[in-house]
């Protein structure tokens, strides 16, 4: 497609369920980010990816969250056992390369995770 | 570690105003600075990209600056309108790479 885009929009889940998110990025773009907006935290970095690799997973809050990237394109993180203060929106955004000066990072539409 | 700051937390102006919203950062060691747009219950659209070798990055009526030995950014809007109601929010990539730190952003609300 012509942007980022990401699956699904909302979701509502009972505390202690797992949870998949999905983004897929422009085609082409190398790198492919995850950030968490929530009221109070602002936006926060979550996990990078370089292609199917994930060389700065440092913004991951819990081993309750994991992230995979396959074929270079479509990324999945999952949040386990879900817990109240995972109740955000997840960001995902790509770029064409991820290290250079010129590089603009394109978001999608989100998820609104609601956890209740 | 990166600390992004943005003031005014809120803005309110009539339409037709020049306004400037302003973002400072800690750590200078930056290649770019990028300025997003975010509509309520939207994702973020990139607005302006500025790197650390330009001082000035233009497109329509927005013009953004970078200061790095002041560790600031402006973003000039020229002749608001209702249009660009939204937040606009700055971010520096920080820990040597491309991850982002973002401001907490200036909700803008431009009024007839």
């Known amino acids: 497609g012509a942007g980022v885009s990401q699956s699904p929009s909302n979701k509502v889940t009972e505390k202690g369920k797992d949870v998949e998110l999905r983004c897929d990025p422009i085609?082409?773009?190398?790198?492919l980010y995850w950030y968490r907006q929530s009221l109070g935290q602002g936006l926060e970095f979550l996990i990078y990816f370089q292609g199917n690799s994930a060389p700065d997973k440092s913004g991951l809050p819990s081993d309750r969250f994991s992230a995979e990237r396959t074929g270079g394109s479509v990324s999945t993180l999952t949040i386990q056992r879900t817990q109240q203060e995972d109740s955000a929106v997840y960001l995902c955004?790509?770029?064409?390369?991820?290290?250079?000066?010129?590089?603009?990072?394109?978001f999608g539409p989100g998820t609104r995770l609601t956890v209740l | 570690k990166q600390e992004v700051t943005q003031i005014p937390a809120a803005l309110s102006v009539p339409e037709g105003e020049n306004l400037v919203l302003n973002c400072s950062f800690t750590?200078?060691?930056?290649?770019?600075l990028q300025w997003f747009r975010q509509d309520p219950g939207k994702g973020l659209t990139s607005l302006l990209l500025?790197?650390?070798?330009?001082r000035e990055q233009t497109s329509g009526r927005l013009n953004a600056s970078l200061d790095k030995s002041s560790g600031r950014s402006t973003l000039y809007i020229a002749a608001s309108q209702p249009g660009d109601s939204a937040t606009y929010l700055c971010?520096?990539?920080?820990?040597?790479?491309?991850?982002?730190?973002f401001g907490t952003g200036t909700q803008l609300k431009v009024e007839l």
């Open positions: 971010a520096a990539p920080t820990g040597g790479g491309n991850k982002l730190t």
């Open positions: 955004a790509s770029s064409s390369a991820g290290t250079s000066s010129t590089d603009t990072q394109y």
């Open positions: 750590d200078s060691a930056i290649y770019n």
């Open positions: 500025i790197q650390s070798s330009q």
């Open positions: 085609s082409g773009h190398t790198a």
